[in-house]
């Protein structure tokens, strides 16, 4: 016993006291879950791929419930295994039968969870979402979809809402255990199915890619999200996830996830998803040589130098605005004389330009501020100056606000039009909603790209890149191998291919 307190030195206080608690409770013949985890050095994690809890970027594994999760494990301090499902039905059949710590399915507590599973709610609200093709008449309620069938995944919250609330209209549906979210968003865009039923978050994460897709109405209301933990637990893994995710609630941590993988969601309606895919096809094969060469010149991700290109010009060459700028990335004319262009119409010249003064603004914004944050920053910056961004930051600070997160700054960047706040700044008015629609707009394009084009391996990967988007990790979190990257193509198969390469913010 003295041997395993001391052991606990390195852990935080709060644990080594609900350990200590859990002792007293359970006594030394029989260790805790928490114990049995501590013991073997591992919390066992069994999840499915989606964009909204665990995919492989380009930096390694990432997600919302994967990023939770992953601190939860360093926080205990054990190493974290995932274990990949093909879907929510295997997920729950591994935690009934107790063959792993924590399950992560995307689902909300449901009537026949409790008996078999401890919840414990991970901050994200979804709500079932019925869908359709935009071609059909937009049903306003389940009575209008009388003698049509809904489509479902399976093991999901759909099922058990359609059987509360549908019992007095004619109404059938049907579960299909082999897809996915986007698998059903793509048969709805198809044609196939004409309506579904979709969970909300995952209609956010996906709906730039189906644009023929649209939502009709929601069935009940949002519910929290869950992690599930078996009951054969003695409930003391599931406490301490409890007791964590309520502090990184209480400090902040939990919004600022949720900004980095929802917040940039609604930019691209029906028709930019539309014309954004459009030029993906058509435009950027002339340019994306160009994207790539200048950006590892640059130490940059190439396609987030392409997502600032679509923003600026629509990857159009010879684009000239009323104030001047002109050129594919829109550089003005001190700009390009700053960086050393001369032609700003010519497209390599302008996309060297763009990537060169990126660098440059990049390299100034404060250093202590990590990924994917700085560079949040940094567009914002290149698009409203430095100085604006700074004003901004020091009225989030004097707001009692964090001026070095993304989520808290753009709330005050917009308060730089009304004179009430510009006539106290040193830099004075500036449109500063502009930047804040700015940075959505190119983290939404680069979302895309990163989910429909294979990055291809860097040319020196000794080299790190400045903005590598995704905060640094360790590499030994999933217990899987990375593949390599594959060289740059559009997927042949858009919709498979989805559900497997979800994005990377």
């Excluded at 350990?19 to 919390?43: I, K």
């Excluded at 995710?245 to 691209?268: K, P, T």
């Amino acid at each position: 016993m003295s041997r395993f307190f001391n052991h606990l030195g390195a852990f935080p206080a709060h644990f080594v006291f609900l350990l200590g608690a859990s002792l007293a409770l359970t006594g030394c013949s029989r260790p805790s879950t928490v114990q049995e985890v501590q013991n073997e050095g591992v919390l066992h994690v069994i999840t499915r791929v989606a964009p909204s809890m665990y995919f492989e970027g380009r930096e390694g594994a990432t997600g919302y419930d994967y990023e939770l999760v992953k601190r939860f494990a360093d926080e205990i301090g054990v190493e974290l295994k995932v274990r990949v499902a093909e879907d929510n039905t295997e997920i729950l059949s591994v935690l009934e039968r107790n063959f792993a710590h924590i399950g992560m399915a995307g689902v909300s507590l449901q009537p026949d969870f409790e008996d078999k599973y401890e919840a414990i709610p991970t901050g994200i609200q979804a709500q079932s979402v019925v869908v359709y093709h935009r071609d059909m008449e937009h049903p306003e309620s389940l009575e209008a979809l009388a003698g049509q069938t809904l489509h479902l995944v399976a093991d999901s919250d759909h099922e058990d809402l359609l059987e509360a609330s549908a019992a007095d209209a004619d109404i059938s549906w049907e579960v299909h255990p082999g897809l996915d979210a986007p698998g059903v968003l793509a048969r709805v865009e198809s044609g196939e199915f004409p309506f579904a039923v979709v969970s909300s978050n995952e209609l956010e994460l996906n709906h730039v890619f189906y644009p023929h897709v649209n939502e009709a109405f929601g069935l009940g209301e949002p519910r929290e999200l869950v992690w599930l933990f078996p009951k054969k637990q003695d409930g003391t893994l599931a406490q301490a996830a409890g007791e964590f995710l309520q502090r990184l609630e209480n400090d902040g941590v939990l919004a600022q996830l949720s900004e980095r993988f929802y917040g940039h969601l609604d930019r691209l309606n029906y028709v930019g998803a539309r014309t954004f895919m459009h030029h993906v096809e058509n435009r950027l094969p002339k340019y994306e040589k160009l994207f790539r060469n200048y950006a590892r010149d640059f130490s940059m991700d190439w396609r987030l130098l392409a997502a600032i290109g679509y923003q600026e010009s629509h990857w159009r060459p010879n684009a000239v605005s009323p104030t001047g700028v002109r050129g594919l990335m829109m550089l003005t004319r001190n700009t390009a004389s700053y960086v050393g262009i001369n032609n700003r119409l010519d497209a390599e010249e302008s996309i060297h330009g763009g990537a060169k003064y990126f660098q440059m603004v990049h390299d100034k914004i404060p250093e202590r501020i990590p990924e994917p944050d700085r560079t949040w920053f940094a567009l914002a910056s290149y698009n409203v100056g430095f100085g604006h961004l700074e004003d901004a930051r020091r009225l989030t600070e004097s707001a009692g606000k964090d001026p070095d997160r993304w989520m808290d700054v753009k709330e005050f960047l917009p308060l730089l039009a009304q004179k009430e706040y510009y006539t106290k700044t040193r830099y004075g008015f500036a449109r500063g909603q502009e930047p804040v629609i700015y940075v959505q707009n190119i983290r939404r394009y680069y979302d895309v790209l990163a989910r429909v084009i294979t990055p291809a391996p860097p040319a020196k990967p000794e080299e790190p890149q400045i903005v590598g988007i995704e905060p640094e990790r360790g590499s030994a979190d999933s217990g899987s191998t990375p593949k390599e990257p594959a060289t740059s193509a559009l997927r042949a198969s858009l919709p498979k291919e989805l559900g497997l390469i979800p994005p990377t913010l």
